[in-house]
């Protein structure tokens, strides 16, 4: 694993390299030109699976590359609730099926909703958004395991998990400009907050893929790994993260999702009130007295 770097506020960087369709893998030209044609009658579903303390959730429709679905949906704000009441789960982990991670949304189902009343696509796009607003507010940590193409609606979803572990041969494109279509899913908002102004419209207005390593470089990956290993990295990762206090770790995940909006004045008072929470949680007690001990933390 690669991480992104420690330097990696008010560093240079370089200009992303948008690389043109023809120079990019088969599998990501068909994503970013051709979304995959499916009926919609045999939806995407969401696997789990239960690491140690790490919930994995798969993404599974490998003959779509895992298009989107309101099963999926429905499936993963179930899952992350469960999730979030179950003290034994750390954190989790999000991935696709068959060597993808998502191909975004399923354009046969999009062409019959067009036909329909914008009621029923209106139904489709918000119970989208309640999984993604599901992600953002979920307290445990969400890490992204992304191989091969994460497309469209696929790449706002690993935006709004916390972290995203990306493998070499992982591709992330915006493909809704050449459909005729604006983004979803909350891509613009997350893109406008992790990137230049600049860089996030040409993203999303030339909807061209861009690799692991660009990404990493402009800090929204957090690490690169070999070609099928991005799963084993996450959980490595996972396992990390899960050491710490899930207090604490709650506690970092809203306050960052909070600053943007805020003033110094509200967020330093909630940062008062956090840091009061924890010093006097028993979590809080075991980390000062394994710091004197001179002995790791035993949190729970």
Do not use: Y
């Amino acid at each position: 694993m690669q991480p992104a770097g420690a330097g990696r506020v008010g560093s240079a960087r370089k200009p992303m390299q948008i690389r043109p369709l023809r120079d990019m893998p088969q599998f990501v030209r068909r994503c970013a030109t051709n979304p995959p044609h499916r009926s919609p009658e045999m939806p995407s579903e969401l696997r789990t699976e239960r690491r140690d303390t790490t919930l994995v959730l798969t993404m599974s429709d490998p003959a779509t590359r895992n298009t989107l679905s309101e099963q999926l949906f429905a499936a993963g704000v179930e899952a992350l609730g469960v999730a979030e009441s179950d003290p034994g789960i750390r954190c989790i982990v999000l991935q696709g099926d068959g060597g993808h991670f998502c191909a975004g949304g399923n354009i046969a189902g999009l062409r019959e909703r067009r036909a329909a009343d914008p009621s029923v696509q209106m139904q489709m796009i918000e119970r989208f958004h309640q999984f993604v607003e599901a992600l953002r507010a979920c307290p445990k940590p969400i890490i992204a395991a992304v191989e091969g193409a994460a497309a469209g609606g696929g790449l706002s979803i690993a935006l709004a998990c916390d972290l995203i572990v990306a493998a070499e041969d992982a591709r992330f494109v915006l493909s809704h400009a050449r459909l005729g279509l604006s983004p979803d899913g909350g891509a613009s908002w997350h893109l406008a907050r992790m990137l230049p102004r600049a860089l996030a419209l040409q993203l999303i207005w030339l909807a061209e893929p861009v690799t692991a390593r660009e990404l990493l470089q402009h800090g929204v990956v957090n690490a690169v790994s070999d070609n099928g290993k991005a799963l084993s990295e996450a959980l490595e990762l996972a396992s990390r993260l899960a050491q710490m206090a899930p207090g604490a770790i709650a506690s970092a995940k809203e306050l960052v999702a909070r600053a943007p909006g805020q003033a110094l004045a509200q967020h330093l008072t909630q940062e008062r009130d956090h840091f009061l929470e924890n010093l006097f949680h028993a979590n809080g007690g075991e980390g000062l007295q394994a710091f004197v001990e001179k002995r790791p933390p035993r949190f729970r």
